[in-house]
């Protein structure tokens, strides 16, 4: 199945103790999209100013993503410039330039409304929403949210949520958007506010499934957790969130038929995908990524947790 | 194989947000004994007052720990009283009082001398060598510490560390142990002070071994993580450490060999008794535990992890 990914399209200036890179191509549809699209066809829905190059829209062709749906708008594009210190876990803005990102209104390209998987990146949740009722024949919803928008538009949020199938936010986020300090707890509210599976990202701990008791067919209720790679040197987090909903939603996708086991399977490719986004700045890694390493290193986070 | 085990046995005053309970038997001994005790022989070494019953003495020989290693000094038993805020992962001091874990000189009974593994339970490094000199012959060593000992005796500490096969210890400590804000480095560096193997604790994210490359006979030196069981009512975290390592130690000395296997396994049946611990106040849980319910919940952690 094809997934349309909508979100935002940004420079980013990022320092981190490994180095610093200026404007580099990031935004959360392009992380999702690369990810995703090593598992299945990936449209994309954005919005750039004059600053974004064939060059820039080149490394999402190269990977076969459909840039059709990109925006263009007089002015510059999005521009985030921050720095993360020793622990890589939060990062400090230095600056938010949203450019034509602040008047951005998604709009589907009559080609992409076939689409049967929709990915509501991290966005103004009444813009989610928009997009969500263009595509009324959708199979399947995944979105993200953020501090932003559940301490600024709770209500809206809260409209939007009716219309996801599975949202995929980190710990923060989670307990802001339950009202509740336990995680389990957290994520058991969240279920009852409109998702029918919700993905708790844990950064380096890796991520939680906790699914509704009957979503998707399925009979056990029982929550599923991947681990996440120790990895020693963590170049760049920017994107790693991103990267672990495409990898999860691009496998997702490709399957026919969404089973326990598939959701299991997408969780590990998840985690697979974030891995590889830290290893280098921005998009850089996912760019020369192989379909190979991938199978490798899912084989190397099986080995992390499977017991004979 | 038996288990000696060496640290403190207490009297718990802890208040979490699900109620207070004045003065519980406790201690890191305690806690690791009575989680051992479901898979090996154990034995304790500790320190106790006159306020120490036979009832208290009791909870432990019903499980079949043996205590003829437990000193009675003059005075009373070692009094700590603390609480957990919401978030249920540090508890606030409210009290410490040694009292007679002040001059606590651990002496091991000549009749478990011959015990093949030693736990050397979270005390003053110092004594923790003095124990672990007692007994040259032992073939296994595992060992805690805490952040009050890495800040204060630095050097003794590492001193300790080369007589120690393995280490468990939380992620704060790791990363000021290590000096290294990077868990997987941190662990690294510490398998350079001594330790063939670390088990880093991440709380309610589960925990990470790391082994150094040819050690136990192990080709491979990949990490392994388990992960915890996400759980909604955490009653009290109290000891919940502890039973990690009493599940981890035990299983390992209940095994012929240590194999990549076992180790694993050990990793998860320390999760499952780290995750009833925390069900209920003080070694409550544990003492009505059963061996079919730790092997129903090891299928459970299982079924959070694996893929078909």
């Known amino acids: 199945m094809a997934i349309l990914a909508v979100g935002s399209i940004a420079f980013d200036t990022i320092k981190t103790p490994y180095g610093k890179k200026e404007r580099v191509l990031g935004g959360s549809a392009t992380h999702f999209s ?28 190269t990977r076969g993503v459909r840039t059709e749906g990109i925006q263009r708008a007089n002015g510059k594009t999005f521009h985030w410039s921050g720095e993360y210190g020793e622990n890589l876990s939060e990062a400090k803005t230095h600056l938010t330039e949203l450019n034509v990102f602040e008047e951005f209104k998604p709009r589907i390209p009559k ?19 928009g997009v969500r009722e263009q595509m009324p024949k959708v199979k399947l919803v995944g979105g993200d949210t953020m501090n932003f928008w559940i301490g600024g538009k709770r209500k809206e949020l809260g409209e939007t949520l009716k ?13 802001l958007l339950a009202s509740d300090p336990s995680l389990p707890r957290a994520a058991n509210k969240i ?29 056990s209720g029982h ?14 987090p920017t994107g790693a969130g991103d990267s672990f909903a495409g990898g999860f939603m691009g496998y997702i996708a490709s ?35 192989t379909r190979d390493e991938i199978e490798n290193r899912f084989q190397v986070f099986q080995e992390l947790t499977r017991l004979e």
């Open 34 to 61: 690369l990810a995703a699209s090593f598992f299945t066809e990936v449209r994309v829905v954005g919005v750039v100013g004059s600053d974004f190059t064939a060059e820039h829209e080149a490394v999402m062709t």
């Open 255 to 289: 399957q026919p038929k969404i089973t326990r086991e598939v959701l299991k399977r997408a969780m590990f490719y998840g985690g697979v995908m974030g891995s590889f986004a830290v290893e280098r700045f921005g998009t850089e890694r996912i760019q020369v990524l």
């Open 111 to 129: 080609e992409f409304l076939d689409s049967e998987v929709l990915f509501l990146a991290n966005i103004d949740p009444v813009l989610q929403r």
């Open 163 to 175: 219309g996801i199938d599975i949202l995929l936010i980190n710990d923060g986020e989670g307990k």
């Open 191 to 219: 279920l009852t506010m409109g998702p029918k599976a919700v993905v708790i990202k844990h950064g380096e701990y890796g991520a939680t499934l906790f699914f509704k008791e009957g979503a998707f067919g399925l009979e």
């Open 223 to 236: 929550p599923f957790r991947a681990p996440a790679l120790p990895i020693e040197e963590v170049f760049d």
